[in-house]
């Protein structure tokens, strides 16, 4: 899901199961632009395809079968299987990378993450997810480092 506030909203969240925990993350982007109308968007995404990127969010100026938003961001998820490695290149130098690890254990330039862990990366214009432990599912936010 996808929901730009533009002139404005009221936004809450609530589990509705009362017997059944709710794990999501809950990310907030600064828009890059002012004044916009409101808008909503969701999307399903097959993550069955292994050991690839897949982008989930993108700027609205490139976003193809990723959800769009107004900010220069790359938001992609991959399932890694067993032993597989993926590089990632960021898609402007001026960014930096957080690394959420979703599930399983990977390693990222010698640091060991395990679910939930995230490791944030400046300065450098790619780096490889090496995965150590079953499947894993990684999310990569490729974002502005200083959203203004």
Known sequence: QVMSA???LTHSE???????????????VMTKAKDV??????????????????PIVQSIT???????IYQDVQFCMSTLSSGQS????RINSKNMVFVMVIS????????????????GIRDVDSFTVENKLGVSRVL?????????
């Open 86 to 89: 993926l590089s990632y290149t």
């Open 62 to 68: 490139v976003a193809t079968e990723a959800l769009g």
């Open 37 to 54: 109308t409101p808008r909503y968007d969701q999307k399903k995404f097959d993550f069955s395809v292994l050991n690839s990127w897949i």
């Open 14 to 28: 609530f589990n509705a199961s009362a017997t059944e925990w709710l794990k999501l993350f809950q990310i907030w």
């Open 140 to 148: 990569v936010m490729d974002i502005p480092k200083c959203l203004s």
């Open 104 to 119: 399983g254990e990977v390693e990222i330039s010698g640091y060991i993450l395990g679910s939930r862990d995230g490791l």
């Open 6 to 8: 533009g002139s404005g």
